[in-house]
């Protein structure tokens, strides 16, 4: 069965600091690989994907993530965080064929002055 | 978001009523989903469909059906509410490439 396990419940940066999120997953196949952000009372927007090719992926609002297919992993990156950034972060993995994505716990992400 | 509505956003219900979410598309996508969100468990698939009149179950299906007889519509039915299904109801759509539209949500309590 497929899961994902983001280990870090919540996690406070300064503004303009650097931001790594956890994700590790588990999949049988090749895994598709997601970044969700979620603000408060909103819905869930794609932040990032990866299917294939280069491992390091872009996405919107700057951020991006790494699949490192040894540690089974697909860590969310940022340079310098902003206050608008703090939010809940989902990591998920799917796979070719299955349309059900599963997700992880997620990251609470709080920004300080 | 654009292209896709739930309804209601929030509702209070009792325990042992039947309550029925809608999550409504415009965007003719073939796969629709219902997640429900709780602290500490992120998102867990209740039911997806895949096609008009094609659903399956989810990991957290009992206690819930669907029903699909229109591609825009995917209805979600809580045959008899307990305190427990007290939670945010998501509804998300794709079209097949893993680009989930989510919802904005409902919130749901039941008393």
């Known amino acids: 069965a497929q899961s994902v396990t983001q280990p870090d419940i919540h996690i406070t940066v300064s503004e303009g600091a650097s931001l790594e999120l956890r994700c590790n997953y588990s999949?049988?196949?090749?895994?598709?690989l997601f970044w969700y952000v979620q603000s408060p009372g909103q819905g869930l927007q794609l932040l990032l994907k990866?299917?294939?090719?280069?491992?390091l992926v872009q996405g919107i609002k700057g951020f991006e993530a790494e699949f490192k297919r040894s540690q089974s992993s697909f860590n969310l990156r940022k340079p310098s965080v902003h206050w608008s950034d703090a939010a809940e972060y989902f990591c998920?993995?799917?796979?070719?064929?299955?349309?059900?994505?599963?997700f992880g716990t997620g990251t609470r992400l709080t920004i300080i002055p | 978001d654009a292209g896709i509505t739930q309804s209601p956003r929030h509702k209070v219900t009792e325990t042992g009523t039947p309550v029925t979410l809608r999550c409504h598309q415009t965007?003719?996508?073939?796969?629709m989903y219902w997640y429900r969100q709780d602290p500490g468990h992120g998102l867990r698939l209740i039911h997806y469909?895949?096609?008009?009149?094609?659903?399956d179950k989810g990991e957290v299906s009992d206690g819930y059906s669907v029903s699909r007889s229109k591609t825009e519509d995917f209805l979600l039915t809580l045959e008899s509410a307990t305190s427990s299904q007290t939670s945010v109801y998501f509804c998300a759509i794709s079209s097949g490439d893993y680009g989930y539209t989510f919802g904005s949500g409902t919130r749901l309590t039941v008393v």
């Open positions: 990866y299917f294939s090719g280069d491992t």
């Open positions: 998920a993995v799917g796979g070719f064929g299955n349309e059900k994505l599963t």
């Open positions: 999949y049988g196949a090749t895994p598709y």
């Open positions: 965007e003719n996508h073939r796969y």
């Open positions: 469909s895949y096609g008009v009149k094609d659903t």
